[in-house]
């Protein structure tokens, strides 16, 4: 397998109406698996790193990772839980908003999605709203070789847009401490730039 081919593969622009509106634009499931099983040739395979279903707290949160060759991203979801009669669903959910999660790391749909999100305005992404603009560069390859990072609090396994975050965050020590999104104290969230703040929260919550 080419893995750079795949991944120039993966972020390819969908055909015209792929993008959905229903209250919010998002690009449906299927099409991104459709998406990755032609750009892989089916070479490809996820795993559910963690699932915590909370009555008490109110919430639901899973971690999934899609593995491509040697590399893998992982994923977060994340929902609220206030009615227990709808956690199947609801986990359904949040396991699939993690799925599309990790596929958001290598770029997949952000050509399509950057049109309707704020984030789509800041200059330094301009080439996606270009018709034939070649694929942009993605973030850094997560190869199984990577050391873990783990939230202080939650001690959850952070994936890589979480990784990410911190690193963007001015004068934080991630040698020394991680947390993850959900336990990010607000006085770091603060020194955040507010796209950047703003994409990580849109890209997450797609469904």
């Known amino acids: 397998m080419d893995y750079a081919k795949v991944v120039a593969s993966l972020k ?3 055909p015209s109406g792929t993008v ?9 499931n299927q099409v991104y698996t459709d998406r990755l099983e032609m750009a892989t040739g089916s070479e490809w395979s996820y795993e559910l790193r963690e699932l915590e279903i909370n009555p008490g707290a109110g919430y639901i949160k899973a971690v999934v990772r899609i593995y491509i060759a040697d590399y893998f991203r992982d994923g977060y979801g994340v929902d609220t839980l206030t009615d227990n009669s709808k956690i199947q669903t609801i986990t359904d959910q949040v396991i699939n908003q993690a799925f599309v999660n990790a596929l958001d790391s290598w770029q997949m ?5 950057a049109p309707h999100r704020k984030w789509g305005d800041n200059p330094a992404l301009a080439h996606l709203k270009e018709e034939n603009a070649p694929p ?6 997560q190869s199984k070789a990577v ?6 609090i939650c001690s959850k396994q952070l994936g890589q847009n979480e990784v990410a975050l911190l690193k963007a965050i001015p004068g934080f020590n991630l040698s020394k401490l991680a ?6 104290p607000g006085h770091f969230k603060k020194k955040l730039p507010p796209e950047i703040l703003e994409g990580y929260i849109d890209n997450s919550s797609i469904n």
């Open 147 to 152: 050391v873990n990072k783990v939230c202080a």
């Open 179 to 184: 947390y993850c999104f959900e336990h990010i």
């Open 20 to 28: 959905v509106n229903q209250n919010r634009y998002y690009i449906p």
């Open 109 to 113: 749909g952000w050509a399509d999605l």
């Open 12 to 14: 390819k622009r969908f």
């Open 136 to 141: 942009a560069k993605g973030v850094p390859t």
